[in-house]
């Protein structure tokens, strides 16, 4: 395996060109290189070693062949560019599409759900489809070439969390474009599809790519929520959980947010939250949960949760029914300090459990919370 170097380390660490590095790659802007920070690296020290990766319209045929790489961040990122190293042919177009790693085993297999010929957005994470031969710029005396993309919108991954890649090219006639080896890299293997034999493999080796963009500040989800049939709601906690957009079940995150006088909280998302739509359910102490669902969150996160509580789920089970009605009156007359007080049986907040309290939990009585 013959090592090609790319360029010494400040022009790929710091993205600026030096005068070795023209001799080395001709590269095609050094604003393009400035604009990003690199997040992983498995290319500056590429191998003249091609492994093929590309596909021949229409798709289905013999020879298309498909490979996967694994990268992991040490921090939350904004991935914006990707850059590879490849040859075997000019491209008509590249596919970069972006895979979690399978359950148990993600250092060994991207999750797979579809064949690479057959896959909907569903079966990725997120994918990058590109006309013309992607910012090809040979790199004199080794017969490779150096290419890169920039992402239509970046993609936000958490940190320390095993991610895949896959990078195939388009060529004529057949499929001849080629990604190089890596002499470098976090796993000594790849993945590996071939029509010809439609069969999925782990194959021995690393692909030379790199990921670029910039770590993500802190990424905060920010609402209001207004405690029906209470008093001022300063220091009072909820629960906030966050939901793939439509999911039930055990929620993504579950983070406890103390409000504001005003019902204003604002929470942290751990780990970030890959940017999209997803749904968020709000649960308080007495009151019963809410969801809200379509929340767009970016790569800072997302503002304007509002909800408003319906209150009287004394036993928080998510029901208001005979149930809560039966504490409510084990604890009638009660006052801070009494044996039987209890604050989730204070529906109003006011210090005491009476009619008042009673008269909540009358008018909820038999309704429901979100799922």
Same mark, same amino acid.
Request: charged share 15%; aromatic share 10%.
């Given at each position: ?60 045929? +013999?020879?298309? @062949? ?35 790693g399978l359950a148990g085993y993600p250092d060994y297999q991207p999750t797979i759900t579809a064949l ?23 790199? /004199? ?12 919108? /970046? ?11 896959k990078i195939d090219g388009a060529t004529g006639p057949y499929p001849s474009w080629r *990604? ?6 976090? &796993? ?26 910039? %770590?993500?500040? /802190? ?12 008093? &001022? ?7 906030? @959980? ?28 751990? /780990? ?6 997803? +749904? ?11 969801? %809200? ?12 949760? +509002? ?9 928080? &089970?998510?029901? *208001? &029914?005979?149930?809560?009605?039966? @504490? ?44």
């Open positions: 395996m013959k090592k090609i170097s790319l360029s010494n380390s400040s022009f790929l660490n710091r993205g600026q060109i030096t005068k070795s590095a023209l001799l080395t790659v001709i590269f095609v802007s050094s604003s393009v290189a400035k604009a990003a920070d690199i997040l992983f690296d498995q290319m500056s020290n590429p191998s003249s070693t091609l492994l093929v990766s590309s596909w021949w319209a229409p798709n289905g045929y +013999d020879a298309d @062949e498909y490979r996967w790489d694994n990268f992991l961040l040490p921090s939350d990122s904004s991935i914006s560019e990707v850059w590879w190293v490849g040859g075997g042919g000019v491209l008509n177009s590249v596919t970069v599409r972006f895979y979690t690479p010929e057959s896959e909907h957005s569903a079966d990725y994470l997120k994918g990058y489809s590109f006309s013309g031969n992607a910012n090809q710029s040979p790199i /004199p005396g080794t017969g490779l070439n150096q290419y890169h993309v920039s992402l239509a919108s /970046p993609l936000i991954l958490p940190g320390n969390t095993v991610y895949w890649v *990604i190089a080896m890596s002499t470098h890299g976090r &796993d000594a293997r790849h993945f590996h599809f071939s029509t010809g034999s439609s069969m999925f493999t782990a194959r021995s080796g690393s692909l030379a790519f790199q990921l670029r963009g910039t %770590v993500t500040a /802190p990424q905060t989800l920010s609402g209001t929520v207004a405690l029906s049939d209470f008093g &001022d709601s300063a220091g009072q906690v909820v629960q906030v @959980e966050v939901f793939n957009s439509g999911a039930t079940g055990t929620p993504l995150q579950t983070h406890p947010a103390t409000l504001s006088s005003t019902g204003a909280f604002s929470v942290t998302a751990s /780990p970030i939250l890959v940017a999209g739509s997803y +749904d968020i359910r709000v649960k308080g102490e007495h009151w019963l949960a809410k969801r %809200v669902s379509g929340v767009s969150v970016t790569g800072s996160g997302a503002t304007g949760v +509002d909800a408003t509580l319906t209150n009287g789920d004394v036993n928080g &089970d998510n029901v *208001i &029914d005979l149930t809560d009605y039966t @504490e409510i009156v084990t604890d009638f007359n009660s006052l801070i300090g009494d044996p039987n007080y209890h604050t989730w049986v204070d529906l109003n907040g006011d210090g005491v459990i009476d009619l008042t309290d009673y008269t909540v939990l009358v008018t909820n009585f038999n309704a429901l919370g979100d799922n």
